[in-house]
Every structure is written in structure tokens, then in C-alpha cells.
């Protein structure tokens, strides 16, 4: 019980982090989503709004530690893990869309892009000369897939017939389910997956579209260059950390390591540290490099243009994007710091999501299983 607390108490404490972090991770002409022009960054109802959204997410977090006591003291500890978590990502999904309404309708009522010559910039050379992808720093998460999968290969013929149930993070030792092959494996096979699938996201995102500054169209063009280098080799370096969580969490399973609040401790320490890290590279780089600092000659390039007002193809605050007319299947998400989004406009979006929403239906019947055991 005292290491699902103490998993519940983290993961609060990481929800309420991460949202208040995403205002100032963003770019300073995209506040709460709403793209205004250089000489409105720092309006009053920006400046006022980023006030009220703070004391929100605050607020919020207090009242999910708070609600954790009686949930605690009535159901047990499991809701801390799912129910709190949830409800805190959608209230503070709430403030944030607050802010942006808010944002946008004093961007509105100031015609705030009156007089501005708008325009847009493009780098064709990511296109014939792309970011390389460094495969070296994918070894790290290799060699932990390898080094587990030895691990569970020698340890299988000693299993018992049953395995601890696996909880998000943890194994429920209360509840058990069948030693199969699947069930034993599982962080396994979730580790093969992310050694595969993250490095091609990561591959995707060098050819992914830029988003540039018009007004500075080489200046922002290097350090988007960059920003996408650092950010190629974050996701090489948090596939290793989620390996390693995987790793801890299949030791449980197979009983080597008994669970405990040190065992809960390491096992989320991994994403810990790689959410720090993109947490400080986002401080220290900025949204699509823009904290990056000018090279000489780059302090007086301005093209008298400011970038598109390109709102109406943003929705729920900047969360998601839909353009019939752009090409880009990716774009950088206007919220946070390096997220990306698939464009609803194009065709090839709507068949990923169809297939997705095909292999949930088949799960959902028992035809797919998704889960082990």
C-alpha cells in the first residue's frame, strides 16, 4: 500500500509539473495557442492570464493531494494511480483552453495584427540536406532490451505457474495470473516496441515541417536545425530510460525483486530523469530553438514580416491542427514544448486513426487481445 501512495503522490506531483511548465515552454508569439505578433507578447491580458492560469494548476494539484486522503481512506490507494490523474489532466486541460479563450478574444477585440504585413518562411534544405539521425544513441536502449530479454530467457524455466498481476508500474502481488509465454514477456515485447517505433518517430521528425519565424527566416532556420538535432537525441536517450523502467518493472515480474517504496522509487526514476531533461533542454533551447542565442550578422535580419495568423486551422487550443490545404501530415504542436501533431486535413491522418479505431473495436471483442495474461 505505502508504495502505491508514494506512485500516486508522483504522479501528481509530475501532472501538476508538466502543465505548469507548458505556458513558458512555449514560444512567446504563441501564447496559450494564439499566434500574435512579436510586438504583443507581452500584452497585459497575456501577462494576466499566464497569472490565473499558474494559481489554476496550482490550485488543482493541492486539491488532488488533498482528495487522495479519503479516496485512500474509502477505496484504497489504486484510485491515486488512474482516477486523480485523469480528472487533474483534464482540469488542467480546462484552464489551459480558459487561457487561450481568453487570449484569443482580447487578440480579437485589439485587432492586434492591424497594420502588420503577414507572411510565411520555408527551409528546403531540410529536405535535401535533413537532419542526420544520430542511430548511435540508440544503443544505450538496445543493449537494456538485450541484457532483459537474457535475463528472462534464463529465468523462465524457474517461474512459477503463476505471475504477479503487472499495474501500471508495479505488480499487484495480491493478485496473480497465468505464467504464459506473452505474460512473462511482456516488458519485453514493450521494449522491442519502443526500440523500434521511436527511433522512426524520430526519423519522421527531421523530415517533418519546420516552423520558422518570417521575420527572421535564416536565423530561425539554424536554430530550428538545432533544436531538432537535440531533440532527435532525446528521444534515442528516453527510449533507453523507458527501457530500463521496463526492465525494473519485469524483475518484479519474475520475482527477482520484491516490490517495495525503494523498488517503486527506481522504477520511475528513468522517465524521471529523462522528463527533467527535456523539461531543462526545452528551458534552455525553447520551442523550435527560439531561446537559442543569434550569430553575428543575425541581430539585424528582419524581413519587415510577421508571421501568418493562422488560428482558424488550430482547435482546442492549439492542440489540434486541420488544413486541407497543407500538405504537412506533421506539424509542431502550439502547445508545450517538442510536441507534434498529424494534420486532420490530410487524408492519410484519417486512415491511421481508422486503423486504430479498428484494432481498439477488435480488442474491445476479444478478437485482438491486447493485454497479456
Not at 512567446?28 to 490565473?52: K, Y
Not at 494548476?57 to 482516477?83: C, K, T, W
Request: charged share 15%; net charge positive.
Amino acid at each position: 500500500m505505502t508504495t502505491l501512495v508514494a506512485a500516486g503522490l508522483l504522479i501528481i506531483a509530475l501532472v501538476t509539473t508538466a502543465a505548469w511548465a507548458m505556458p513558458a515552454l512555449a514560444r512567446p508569439s504563441l501564447p496559450f495557442g494564439v499566434r500574435v505578433p512579436p510586438h504583443r507578447t507581452t500584452d497585459q491580458a497575456i501577462i494576466e492570464q499566464r497569472r490565473i492560469y499558474t494559481r489554476r494548476v496550482l490550485g488543482l494539484g493541492a486539491l488532488g493531494l488533498l482528495a487522495s486522503v479519503p479516496l485512500i481512506l474509502i477505496r484504497g490507494p489504486e484510485p491515486m494511480l488512474i482516477l486523480i490523474p485523469a480528472v487533474l489532466v483534464v482540469a488542467d486541460a480546462v484552464a489551459y483552453y480558459l487561457a487561450h479563450r481568453e487570449v484569443r478574444a482580447a487578440k480579437s477585440r485589439g485587432n492586434w495584427y492591424a497594420g502588420s504585413r503577414q507572411g510565411t518562411t520555408a527551409d528546403t534544405t531540410l529536405r535535401t540536406d535533413p537532419v542526420r539521425v544520430p542511430w548511435a544513441w540508440l544503443a544505450p536502449a538496445v543493449l537494456v532490451l538485450i541484457a532483459t530479454a537474457a535475463v528472462g530467457i534464463t529465468r523462465y524455466g524457474e517461474l512459477p505457474a503463476t505471475l504477479p498481476a503487472q499495474r501500471g508500474m508495479g505488480v499487484d502481488t495480491a493478485h496473480r495470473m497465468s505464467t504464459t509465454w506473452p505474460a512473462a514477456f511482456a516488458p519485453v515485447l514493450v521494449q522491442a516496441a519502443l526500440t523500434l517505433l521511436m527511433p522512426l518517430l524520430a526519423a519522421g521528425l527531421t523530415r517533418a515541417r519546420p516552423e520558422l519565424d518570417a521575420a527572421r527566416p535564416a536565423g530561425s532556420a539554424r536554430r530550428y536545425r538545432a533544436y531538432l538535432t537535440g531533440v532527435v537525441r532525446l528521444i534515442m536517450s528516453t527510449t533507453a530510460c523507458a527501457n530500463l523502467t521496463a526492465l525494473v518493472i519485469a524483475l518484479q515480474l519474475w520475482e527477482i525483486l520484491p516490490p517495495s517504496v525503494i523498488v517503486t522509487v527506481v522504477t520511475y526514476l528513468p522517465l524521471g530523469l529523462a522528463l527533467a531533461a527535456w523539461i531543462v533542454f526545452e528551458f534552455r533551447v525553447g520551442q523550435a530553438g527560439h531561446r537559442l542565442p543569434a550569430e553575428p550578422g543575425e541581430e539585424a535580419e528582419d524581413s519587415a514580416l510577421v508571421q501568418r495568423d493562422d488560428d482558424r486551422y488550430w482547435r482546442l487550443g492549439g492542440f489540434v491542427y486541420a488544413n486541407r490545404t497543407d500538405p504537412a501530415l506533421f506539424v509542431h504542436q502550439r502547445a508545450g514544448g517538442a510536441n507534434w501533431t498529424m494534420n486532420l486535413g490530410h487524408p492519410i491522418t484519417w486512415a491511421v486513426l481508422a486503423t486504430l479505431l479498428v484494432i481498439a473495436l477488435l480488442s474491445a471483442t476479444g478478437i485482438v487481445p491486447l493485454t497479456a495474461g
